[in-house]
């Protein structure tokens, strides 16, 4: 193991992590509540790159790649999942100063829900399985491949969690200039927006 080759995926897994996709938009969003909520999301986030990371290691990864009717079952699913969840982030938002005039709004969210739903966030674009599968062969030695996997998957789960763990205080301190206002729910809607169009993506290939 070189440093080169530690500071190249470095490098490119720390871009990937900080441009805006579902994960941040879906982090952000969770920081509307609490702080706490965004750390149990990204808990969420990590939990299922463990999963794509031991679908390239034991090799289930590739069957699931070359599977295509599989592979696309799982593609849908997952794209119907994000535009469900985005939807009820636009429909809901953050709540409202007004409890009574939403019963359903999510003023107060459980952390438990908040990883859950990470980890389904992460899962619902199986994408990023490709995305592994092409990634780590190029940084990975043949003779030491389950080790190499392991520690360039530590590294991409420790850059995972401090983007998202970044983006959630950020995202804490907006909300808590806000508040509770038209602006704060206005932008939460926002990120359900952008996960939707994510969702499309997925779909559409």
């Not at 190029?138 to 995972?160: S, V």
């Not at 990120?191 to 993506?201: D, E, P, S, T, V």
Request: a positive charge; aromatic letters at 14%; glycine letters at 10%.
């Amino acid at each position: 193991m070189t440093l080169e080759s530690t500071l190249q995926f470095l490098a490119i897994t720390l871009f990937l992590e900080v441009t805006p996709g579902p994960g941040v938009m879906f982090i952000l969003y969770q920081s509307a509540f609490s702080f706490r909520n965004a750390v149990a999301g990204t808990l969420g986030l990590l939990t299922s790159n463990v999963i794509w990371i031991s679908l390239v290691a034991t090799g289930l990864g590739l069957v699931l790649t070359q599977n295509p009717s599989v592979f696309d079952a799982l593609r849908y699913a997952g794209a119907v999942y994000l535009v469900y969840l985005g939807y009820k982030i636009i429909h809901y938002g953050i709540g409202k100063p007004k409890a009574n005039d939403n019963i359903h709004a999510e003023q107060h969210k459980s952390t438990w829900s908040s990883y859950r739903q990470g980890m389904l966030t992460s899962l619902s674009n199986p994408k990023a399985l490709l995305f592994f599968m092409a990634l780590f062969p190029q940084f990975t030695r043949p003779e030491y491949f389950i080790e190499d996997i392991i520690y360039f998957g530590l590294l991409k789960m420790t850059c995972l969690a401090v983007v998202m763990i970044s983006y959630g205080v950020m995202g804490r301190r907006m909300f808590n200039y806000m508040g509770e206002s038209t602006w704060a729910n206005t932008i939460s809607r926002v990120f359900g927006g952008g996960i939707i169009i994510a969702a499309i993506a997925i779909a559409r290939g």
